[in-house]
Structure formats: structure tokens, C-alpha cells
């Protein structure tokens, strides 16, 4: 079996059941890392045991993570921290497409492009509140949001059946994934080129709410994209260059120069 490093992070989940149920459901697909962001009850009371059977050590091992801090923006910053240790990190939602909110578009599950995974790729699948799901703040943290086909009359499904379809996907993939020799861009690199694309933005006169738009777009896309190391250097270098000739266009005159010759 193609071993992935993935853990499931839970946000605020609000039943030790469904903790239970969300760890027996991994081991049946082989996954065993799972996190615990600010759980409502003890993830890992008899209750909890009871509904993850043989699951239990998976439980028992879970990292749980409890925030002290006084005010929304500050538990953020604590989330933050945690999911930069990841190199991709796909949120899950049950809303329908917003179109006029970008940061809630999601991807649907069967349209995931799983070919530039590696065993290097440490990855994050995060899980909202069973009642209301990601806030848009949280929403914001991740790479791109999943999103599982279900009928418009009742689209949101129990947390523990939606992990369990997932991972039952990955497992799925996992076992038929090529072994091209592709080197997926790191998060670092990403990073790295969403900064250039920012910075030519801005150097672009615009509307505030278009500029903060079109960079969550490129955000949207490049996190969609699964991007290999060798088009996000080109991308990079590309952008680098755009810039490059909006600062200083007498440069851009001296390269056609140079071309022509």
C-alpha cells in the first residue's frame, strides 16, 4: 500500500461519540494520526472509547489540543501555527458554491487530483464544528476546500460518515497512484510564489476589494493546482520578471534589445 502521512484535524468537534466513531472509521482505512483542536467534550472518555471499538489506541494517541485564549483572532493565531507544520492542508465543507464568497469554493471529492502525492507530502484534512462547519477565518487557513457530491435536499452529512467517505478515497487512490517521478511544490515554494503574484498585484492600480479578490483567487487556484516543484519555479521566475518590468521598464527595453540582436 502507498503510505501517505495524513492526520485529521477536528475543530471545536462538539461529541466524543463522533470522535469515536471518526477513529474506528480511520483504522478501517488505514490512517492513525489524529488531532483534536479545542474539543467540546473529553475526546477520550469511556463514551468515546465505546464508539471507536478497536480503534481505541488511535484515540489514545490523538493529539488534543485545548486553547486558552481569550478572544477569537488570538485561537486563530494558535490554529495557524499548528497547520503551518503541514505541506498541504484541504478543509471540508458541506455549503453549496457561494460564489460571491471565494474562499468557499470548494473542489468536489471526485475531481481530486491525487497523482502528485508522495510519502513526503504531510498533509492536513481539518473538519469543522458538526453544526455549523469551518468559519470563514478558519476557511482562510487552508489550501483549498473539499467538498463531498451529496442531494441539494440534504447535502450535510454526519462527521463520521464524511471522514469515512473520504478516506475511503484516499485508500482507494492510494493504491492505484502512479509512481511518476513528479516533486510536488512545497509549501514553502507556494508561499514563495503567492508572495510574487501578491506583489504584482499590488503594483497594479486597483480597487482594494478587487486586489484582496484576485489574490485569493490565484490562492484558490495554486491551491487546487498541485503544482510541481519545476512550474512553480518557472511561475516564480515568470512573475519575478512581471515585476521586474512594471518597476523598471527600461529593463524590459535592454532584454528586447538583447533578443533581437
Do not use: C, W
Not at 507530502?121 to 468559519?135: D, H, I, N, P, Y
Not at 476557511?139 to 471522514?163: E, Q
Not at 511561475?235 to 533581437?260: D, G, R, T, V
Amino acid at each position: 500500500m502507498y503510505a501517505l502521512d495524513l492526520s485529521i484535524v477536528l475543530i471545536n468537534v462538539e461529541s466524543s461519540g463522533n470522535v469515536g466513531s471518526i477513529a474506528r472509521v480511520m483504522k478501517n482505512f488505514g490512517f492513525h494520526k489524529l488531532i483534536l483542536f479545542n474539543p467540546k467534550e473529553d475526546p477520550k472518555s469511556k463514551y468515546a472509547h465505546g464508539f471507536a471499538m478497536h480503534a481505541q489506541e488511535i484515540l489514545e494517541n490523538a493529539e488534543v489540543i485545548y486553547n486558552t485564549r481569550e478572544n477569537i483572532q488570538e485561537e486563530n493565531e494558535d490554529l495557524k501555527k499548528l497547520l503551518q507544520k503541514f505541506d498541504l492542508v484541504i478543509g471540508t465543507s458541506a455549503k453549496g458554491i457561494v460564489r460571491k464568497n471565494l474562499k468557499r469554493i470548494p473542489i468536489f471529492l471526485n475531481e481530486l487530483d491525487f497523482t502528485l502525492f508522495t510519502e513526503k507530502s504531510k498533509v492536513a484534512l481539518v473538519f469543522g464544528r458538526e453544526s455549523t462547519g469551518l468559519t470563514n477565518n478558519e476557511i482562510k487557513l487552508m489550501d483549498f476546500l473539499l467538498r463531498i457530491p451529496a442531494d441539494n435536499d440534504y447535502p450535510t452529512l454526519n462527521i463520521s460518515h464524511a471522514v469515512g467517505i473520504i478516506l475511503y478515497t484516499f485508500y482507494l487512490n492510494m493504491n492505484q497512484i502512479s509512481r511518476q517521478e513528479i516533486s510536488p511544490a512545497s509549501k514553502a515554494e507556494r508561499e514563495l510564489l503567492l508572495k510574487q503574484i501578491s506583489h504584482t498585484i499590488d503594483n497594479i492600480p486597483m480597487q482594494e476589494f478587487r486586489t484582496e479578490r484576485t489574490l485569493q483567487s490565484f490562492k484558490n487556484f495554486l491551491g487546487r493546482s498541485f503544482l510541481s516543484e519545476k512550474e512553480t519555479s518557472y511561475l516564480q521566475h515568470f512573475f519575478q520578471k512581471i515585476n521586474l518590468a512594471i518597476e523598471n521598464p527600461s529593463l524590459l527595453n535592454n532584454n528586447k534589445k538583447i533578443e533581437k540582436k
